[in-house]
């Protein structure tokens, strides 16, 4: 019967060596797998702080920014609807007979070149004006009521007014001609000025935005100022360190401004949905009386994509140039 051969058992210090050199493959592998850490910390208080404080201007950004688009949408349709129409009063007298006058002057205005059509309010209809502050069941024939004619205008040809002037003076010294040119002209300055100011608002808060960016970007330069300065003097050149906090700030104020610009159009949602679903009720007539419907429009969410975007590329802009600015004066 043959023998078998024993096996040689490793000795220990093989064993050794094997378990250290798969040890150290294993750790050269994890380094070689382990991201390159950023010169800026992806995520600490700091960070979320000028997230939130992005995300909080953004936001008050597109409210502003929708409030003006609202207001001058809404100036542009009073002014169209003001500039399509004029009146004709005539003030009771002594001896007038009121439907004669009326009559009188409905055929003078009809009769020039851009008006459309010229009508007599009724008695019903002139006791339903004044029914808010007289009551209801008024005889305006007890009253010295004064009397109106809606003269309906061609907005692209416009008649000539101060003809149309003259000659009611002439046919019926108590009639008055008002061709609304002066709440258009109110109207025109007050939109103008309303937007003006908004835009204002608006600078300001972008300002604001640019002011916290910078904070923050030496806030996070004095944090890592060794690093920074480390990797200066070692031959890091200034473009590499800024694109990399260019970069950081770029992502941390997308998300921000991204926050800030879907909150604001959830409130304009709201609104939008709330002014639809009211339509019947004595608040949403008020309220669809001074703004509409209460929706921006698409050029108000163009708007508010726009600010978004500008907020972003405002911050990314704002951190590269604090960044070189630092690099040039650590070089002098």
């Given at each position: 019967?043959?023998?078998?051969?024993?096996?040689?058992?490793?000795?220990?210090?093989?064993?050794?060596?094997?378990?250290?050199?798969?040890?150290?493959?294993?750790?050269?592998?994890?380094?070689?797998?382990?991201?390159?850490?950023?010169?800026?910390?992806?995520?600490?208080?700091?960070?979320?702080?000028?997230?939130?404080?992005?995300?909080?201007?953004?936001?008050?950004?597109?409210?502003?920014?929708?409030?003006?688009?609202?207001?001058?949408?809404?100036?542009a349709t009073w002014q169209t609807q003001i500039a399509r129409e004029a009146t004709i009063q005539i003030k009771?007298?002594?001896?007038?007979?009121?439907?004669?006058?009326?009559?009188?002057?409905?055929?003078?205005?009809?009769?020039?070149?851009?008006?459309?059509?010229?009508?007599?309010?009724?008695?019903?209809?002139?006791?339903?004006?004044?029914?808010?502050?007289?009551?209801?069941?008024?005889?305006?024939?007890?009253?010295?009521?004064?009397?109106?004619?809606?003269?309906?205008?061609?907005?692209?040809?416009?008649?000539?007014?101060?003809?149309?002037?003259?000659?009611?003076?002439?046919?019926?010294?108590?009639?008055?001609?008002?061709?609304?040119?002066?709440?258009?002209?109110?109207?025109?300055?007050?939109?103008?000025?309303?937007?003006?100011?908004?835009?204002?608002?608006?600078?300001?808060?972008?300002?604001?935005?640019?002011?916290?960016?910078?904070?923050?970007?030496?806030?996070?330069?004095?944090?890592?100022?060794?690093?920074?300065?480390?990797?200066?003097?070692?031959?890091?050149?200034?473009?590499?360190?800024?694109?990399?906090?260019?970069?950081?700030?770029?992502?941390?104020?997308?998300?921000?401004?991204?926050?800030?610009?879907?909150?604001?159009?959830?409130?304009?949602?709201?609104?939008?949905?709330?002014?639809?679903?009211?339509?019947?009720?004595?608040?949403?007539?008020?309220?669809?009386?001074?703004?509409?419907?209460?929706?921006?429009?698409?050029?108000?969410?163009?708007?508010?994509?726009?600010?978004?975007?500008?907020?972003?590329?405002?911050?990314?802009?704002?951190?590269?140039?604090?960044?070189?600015?630092?690099?040039?004066?650590?070089?002098?």
């Amino acid at each position: 019967m043959t023998k078998a051969k024993a096996v040689k058992a490793p000795h220990p210090a093989v064993k050794l060596k094997e378990r250290v050199s798969a040890g150290v493959r294993q750790q050269a592998a994890k380094t070689l797998a382990r991201k390159q850490t950023p010169i800026v910390p992806p995520d600490n208080v700091a960070a979320r702080a000028m997230v939130l404080v992005v995300a909080i201007m953004t936001f008050l950004s597109c409210l502003t920014l929708g409030a003006v688009t609202l207001v001058r949408d809404t100036a542009a349709t009073w002014q169209t609807q003001i500039a399509r129409e004029a009146t004709i009063q005539i003030k009771p007298a002594d001896g007038l007979d009121m439907e004669a006058a009326l009559a009188d002057a409905r055929n003078i205005a009809a009769g020039y070149r851009g008006v459309r059509s010229a009508s007599i309010v009724d008695r019903q209809a002139t006791a339903r004006l004044l029914e808010p502050w007289l009551g209801a069941g008024l005889d305006i024939d007890e009253l010295p009521v004064p009397r109106l004619i809606i003269v309906t205008i061609d907005p692209i040809e416009r008649p000539d007014f101060a003809a149309m002037r003259a000659e009611l003076a002439e046919a019926v010294p108590n009639a008055a001609l008002d061709d609304h040119r002066t709440w258009v002209d109110r109207l025109v300055a007050m939109a103008r000025t309303t937007v003006t100011i908004g835009m204002a608002v608006l600078a300001l808060m972008l300002s604001a935005t640019a002011l916290t960016v910078i904070f923050a970007t030496r806030g996070a330069m004095a944090g890592n100022g060794h690093v920074i300065e480390v990797m200066h003097f070692v031959g890091a050149e200034a473009p590499f360190i800024a694109r990399e906090f260019r970069r950081h700030f770029l992502l941390a104020g997308s998300r921000g401004a991204a926050a800030g610009g879907a909150a604001a159009i959830i409130v304009f949602v709201l609104f939008s949905w709330w002014s639809s679903h009211n339509v019947a009720t004595p608040q949403g007539d008020q309220t669809a009386a001074l703004f509409g419907n209460f929706a921006i429009g698409t050029s108000g969410y163009l708007g508010v994509a726009l600010v978004v975007i500008l907020i972003a590329v405002l911050t990314a802009a704002t951190s590269h140039v604090t960044v070189v600015a630092h690099l040039k004066r650590i070089e002098t």
